[in-house]
């Protein structure tokens, strides 16, 4: 199965499950990790995925992120999780971002 089928198996997932995530926890149970596992890395492996990673990046320090794919032992991606059907606008996304040193263009610029 190639990444684009996974991707597609992941979204017919989400329309048939978001409804009943009601959690943050279910969510990244339910979506968060197969999409983690679908780009090819082992979310069993604390080696590559680190969860409740301490992002210290950006103006503050000691802050966690859901989770962090890590190589060669620096984070390269890192995911904030929130649960299915959370009304994002209502989120402050800049200064989360800064917080979390999360990237526009490439997440190996943080």
């Known amino acids: 199965m190639d990444l ?3 991707l597609n ?3 017919a997932r989400i329309e048939k499950t978001a409804d ?3 959690t943050e926890g279910a969510t990244k149970t339910a979506l968060v ?3 983690i596992q679908a780009l090819g890395y ?13 992002a210290d990046v950006g103006i503050k320090k ?3 992120v859901d989770y962090a794919i890590v190589s060669d032992g620096k984070p390269t991606i890192l995911f904030e999780c929130k649960t299915a059907g959370s009304d994002l606008d209502k989120m402050t996304p800049v ?8 990237c526009e263009v ?3 610029n943080c």
Do not use: H, Y
């Open 106 to 108: 490439s997440p190996t």
């Open 20 to 22: 009943g995530l009601q």
């Open 42 to 54: 082992d979310v069993f492996n604390p080696l590559e995925i680190v969860a409740e990673f301490t």
């Open 4 to 6: 684009i089928d996974k």
């Open 95 to 102: 200064s989360s971002s800064t917080r979390k040193g999360s």
């Open 33 to 35: 990790m197969p999409f």
């Open 9 to 11: 198996e992941i979204a």
């Open 62 to 64: 000691g802050e966690k």
